[in-house]
Nanobody, 122 residues
Framework: QVQVVESGGGLVQPGGSLRLSCAAS????????MGWYRQAPGKQRELVAL???????NYADAVKGRFTISRENAKNTMYLQMTNLKPDDTAVYYC????????????????WGQGTQVTVSS
């Protein structure tokens, strides 16, 4: 069984910073891609940032230059450093692990976390 758990959300003022963490646990041999998604009230879930196993990253235009995604493969952990936060960044942030190869040599297409709330408000 594989699960991912997000942490680090909270309330921050505009212009502030937060660092989100995502820890994957269970019978994991390798995770191909990991990404952060967010869903604001009344809106669809959207990709924020993606990092593949080779370290290549991709960002949504709305967060380029402000957010940085990183991962520690040995720990099956991913981070999202968010700076210069804006009220529009308010959302539930979800961690996604895609292409999870397990110790049983099966591949899980994707695993989602439960999400962590980020609120940007003065």
């Amino acid at each position: 069984q594989v699960q991912v758990v997000e942490s680090g959300g909270g309330l921050v003022q505009p212009g502030g910073s937060l660092r989100l963490s995502c820890a994957a646990s269970g019978s994991i041999l390798r995770i191909n891609d990991m990404g952060w998604y967010r869903q604001a009230p009344g809106k669809q879930r959207e990709l924020v940032a993606l990092i593949i196993s080779g370290g290549i990253t991709n960002y949504a235009d709305a967060v380029k230059g402000r957010f940085t995604i990183s991962r520690e493969n040995a720990k099956n952990t991913m981070y999202l450093q968010m700076t210069n936060l804006k009220p529009d960044d308010t959302a539930v942030y979800y961690c996604n692990a895609a292409g999870v190869l397990t110790l049983r040599m099966t591949t899980l297409p994707e695993v989602w976390g439960q999400g962590t709330q980020v609120t940007v408000s003065s």
